[in-house]
Every structure is written in C-alpha cells, then in structure tokens.
C-alpha cells in the first residue's frame, strides 16, 4: 500500500487519531476503488464524502446531465453546470475537494450487459440509482464478481439501506442474503411514482447518501459492524429510525438451492 504524504497525514488528521481508523484505515481507504452507481442525490453526497475521507479511486457512472430540478438536492452540481454532464461535474467538484483523489467517469446507464464489466475494476460498489431494473442489475453483478454492495433508496420522506455481501457466509455458515432475499422481484412497472413525479425532500437525499458514505468507510477499514442482513429504514416525517432484519432465503434465484432458484438464475 501506498503511504500517506505530509499534506495527507495533516488533511485526514481527524480521520488517523481515531482508534478504529488510524494510519493504516487511512491507507486501506487510500488504496480502495468504489465504484458509484448513480451521481443525484444519493450519489451527490456519497461522492463527496468519499473524497472527503480519501478514497483513493472514485468511479462514478452515470448518463444524465445536469438539470435545474436536480440542484434541490444533488448538491455536488452547481448551477454553472447545468447541461454538464453529471460525471463530468461530479469529477470537477472532486477535483476542486480533494487532489489526492482520483476519478473515473462512466457516461453511460448501467445494464445487465455491463455491468460485470463495470464493476471488474472496482473493490466495492455504491448503488445510488432510482429506478429498479439497475439496482437488480448491479446487485446480481456484485454478487457473480464478489463485490461487496451498499445500496439505498429514495421515498418522499423516506428512505433505505443495507449493505450486500452475498458471495460471503455469516458468523453461522449460512450465506449472507442477496437483494433478491430482500426484495424477490421489482415491483410492477409504474406502481411506484419516479422522484419527478412524486417529489422528494432535499435534505433526506443528504442523509442517506452520507450514511452510504459511512457504510463505504466501514466496509473498508473494517470499524463497527455492517448492514450486512440489516435494512435500515428512515422516516424523515418523525425523524425515526429503525432496523429490520432478513436473512438468507434458499429460494432465491442468485445462491438459492432450491431446484426452483437453481432454474430460474438469471
């Protein structure tokens, strides 16, 4: 691994004299490479803190550009680059943060075609997408590359996250569950209404995409424990938090065995 320079030790100061980070959690994160899927508004505060805390290599996919709607919320934009593109932005406000940090840009939607591909490269991915059919296609893709996966979702004035971490086994030897264990299936095209069409609270989008941010951090210096089997759930009406739990399920399509999984493996 590469050491950290003066600039580095003074920059992540608060970062190396925390006993569960210290010098060498800064140098696993120096040395890590997420991926980012999605740079609005979960990924717009992920992104930042992730090159607040140093990771070394930030991929960011995306195939949006910038719009006026989106600066409630994605605050990694600013109004000069409405048009932009969204990775080009977001790779320019890295740059203006943190020159340590290095970015690669992916203009293009991830799909089941590409994702393998994507991914391949990366150490960890982050899903911050809003829309069904990618955050199964990265999931399944984590899961056939052995990545680990933070993934989180939007409502109006709630939002998710857990962490995947399917191609391992638990503390019982059971395998950790899938995102198809917690969500077989996507729901029915339209039943639920897009950010455009429902609206959602700007701050909210802030909160969970630093706690994905978190989440990233702990998975890669290895403090507290993960949101591995774990949905946290966040109610911004009440300001409430809570945790429910799942687990493994034999029946799902990715590392289920029952003979009905195994048929139906995408």
């Given at each position: 691994?590469?050491?950290?320079?003066?600039?580095?030790?003074?920059?992540?100061?608060?970062?190396?004299?925390?006993?569960?980070?210290?010098?060498?959690?800064?140098?696993?994160?120096?040395?890590?490479?997420?991926?980012?899927?999605?740079?609005?508004?979960?990924?717009?505060?992920?992104?930042?803190?992730?090159?607040?805390?140093?990771?070394?290599?930030?991929?960011?996919?995306?195939?949006?550009?910038?719009?006026?709607?989106?600066?409630?919320?994605?605050?990694?934009?600013?109004?000069?680059?409405?048009?932009?593109?969204?990775?080009?932005?977001?790779?320019?406000?890295?740059?203006?943060?943190?020159?340590?940090?290095?970015?690669?840009?992916?203009?293009?939607?991830?799909?089941?075609?590409?994702?393998?591909?994507?991914?391949?490269?990366?150490?960890?991915?982050?899903?911050?997408?809003?829309?069904?059919?990618?955050?199964?296609?990265?999931?399944?893709?984590?899961?056939?590359?052995?990545?680990?996966?933070?993934?989180?979702?939007?409502g109006q004035f709630d939002g998710s996250l857990t962490t995947i971490r399917a191609h391992e086994t638990g503390p019982d030897g059971r395998p950790n569950p899938t995102y198809r264990c917690l969500f077989p299936s996507p729901p029915p095209a339209g039943a639920v209404p897009t950010c455009a069409?429902?609206?959602?609270?700007?701050?909210?989008?802030?909160?969970?995409?630093?706690?994905?941010?978190?989440?990233?951090?702990?998975?890669?210096?290895?403090?507290?424990?993960?949101?591995?089997?774990?949905?946290?759930?966040?109610?911004?009406?009440?300001?409430?938090?809570?945790?429910?739990?799942?687990?493994?399920?034999?029946?799902?399509?990715?590392?289920?065995?029952?003979?009905?999984?195994?048929?139906?493996?995408?």
């Amino acid at each position: 691994m590469t050491a950290l320079s003066p600039d580095e030790i003074e920059r992540y100061a608060r970062h190396i004299v925390l006993r569960e980070v210290g010098g060498p959690g800064q140098v696993r994160l120096k040395a890590a490479r997420v991926l980012v899927v999605g740079a609005g508004g979960l990924g717009a505060p992920l992104i930042q803190y992730l090159a607040a805390a140093g990771i070394g290599m930030i991929g960011v996919v995306d195939d949006d550009t910038v719009s006026l709607s989106n600066l409630q919320r994605q605050v990694i934009h600013g109004t000069p680059d409405i048009g932009r593109p969204k990775v080009e932005s977001a790779a320019a406000a890295v740059a203006r943060l943190n020159p340590h940090v290095r970015v690669a840009t992916h203009a293009t939607r991830l799909t089941p075609e590409n994702a393998e591909g994507l991914i391949a490269d990366y150490d960890l991915v982050a899903d911050g997408s809003d829309n069904f059919s990618t955050r199964y296609a990265v999931s399944d893709a984590c899961y056939r590359a052995r990545r680990p996966l933070v993934t989180a979702a939007l409502g109006q004035f709630d939002g998710s996250l857990t962490t995947i971490r399917a191609h391992e086994t638990g503390p019982d030897g059971r395998p950790n569950p899938t995102y198809r264990c917690l969500f077989p299936s996507p729901p029915p095209a339209g039943a639920v209404p897009t950010c455009a069409e429902a609206g959602v609270l700007g701050a909210l989008a802030g909160l969970m995409g630093s706690l994905m941010a978190l989440e990233v951090i702990r998975a890669v210096t290895g403090f507290g424990e993960p949101l591995v089997g774990r949905l946290l759930m966040v109610d911004a009406r009440a300001l409430r938090f809570e945790t429910l739990h799942y687990a493994w399920d034999p029946g799902n399509p990715l590392s289920g065995t029952d003979p009905e999984a195994l048929a139906a493996r995408p």
